[in-house]
């Protein structure tokens, strides 16, 4: 439960900058190639010496550039970065019921079971926490720097269908409905000690499950009338907003992409 509300907190945390940073009014397009540029080289590459580079290049920019406290894009890194644990696990560590080979890093026998670790394991669980870390503080850059609205209306230039753009905005707002019922049910049950056993704990998250449904589902509904008393055609239409350019951003990307493509070259 602890663990919803500290999303939920981060959730908003991570808008509060998006809004409130350096880089708020340069055009989206720009912050959106330079993410994506990293992104693809990341997964193209496979280099972890370049995925590396690319984590510290996108950090430096969200840090230096969009004066991103480094403390509050460590946390979103590091909270991001745990997924990672079980997939590497399962990379790292070998389960068979036959005696490992010689070649093993190391072994452990349990009953009929062997655990062991290759070197190519090894080398494979590198290159994935590499590539995904590097993809994930490009994707970071984009969100503590660029708001949704901003995000439609590129979406609207680049002519992505409106069925699209309005799922997005309308999964975007659901969230923040999800997340403001769920703390107000889990704060009305901690106040009525809900949680103080393991026994009510389990019956107070049932009944948190269920009622969480329920009124999410009628606010969603409310929201669709009050869109439908308002003349809703089918787009939810954002203001324009005018954008200023950013030559020495454009620097920094096109540094980092030639940095990342020369270190390719070289390995």
């Known amino acids: 439960m602890r663990q919803a509300i500290g999303k939920g907190a981060k959730t908003v945390l991570i808008d509060r900058f998006a809004y409130g940073n350096r880089l708020r009014h340069t055009d989206p397009s720009l912050k959106t190639a330079i993410a994506l540029a990293m992104l693809i080289l990341c997964l193209v590459l496979n280099v972890p010496v370049a995925n590396l580079f690319a984590l510290g290049w996108m950090s430096l920019l969200t840090v230096s550039v969009a004066h991103i406290p480094a ?37 452990v026998h349990l009953g009929t079971l062997w655990l062991f670790g290759t070197t190519a394991g090894l080398f494979a669980a590198v290159h994935t926490v590499t ?16 708001p949704l609205v901003d995000l439609v209306e590129l979406m609207r230039r680049w002519h992505v269908p409106d069925a699209l753009i309005d799922i997005t905005a309308t999964v975007y707002r659901a969230t923040f409905l999800l997340l403001d019922n769920f703390n107000q049910m889990y704060t009305a049950q901690q106040c009525r000690l809900g949680y103080v056993s393991a026994r009510r704990s389990m019956h107070s998250a049932a009944l948190l499950g269920g009622n969480l449904f329920i009124k999410t589902f009628q606010k969603g509904k409310r929201l669709q009338l009050a869109l439908d008393a308002r003349g809703f055609d089918g787009n939810l239409r954002v203001l324009p ?7 020495a951003l454009a620097a920094w990307g096109i540094s980092g992409v030639m940095a990342m493509l020369g270190i390719w070259w070289l390995k």
């Open 241 to 247: 907003t005018q954008y200023r350019p950013n030559p």
């Open 71 to 107: 403390r509050v894009f460590g946390r979103i890194l590091l909270g991001e970065s745990a997924f990672l644990v079980l997939a590497t696990v399962g990379i790292v560590v070998t389960v068979s019921g036959t005696p490992p080979p010689v070649e093993t890093l190391w072994r």
């Open 131 to 146: 590539r995904a870390v590097g993809a994930t503080a490009a994707m970071n850059f984009l969100a503590l720097t660029t």
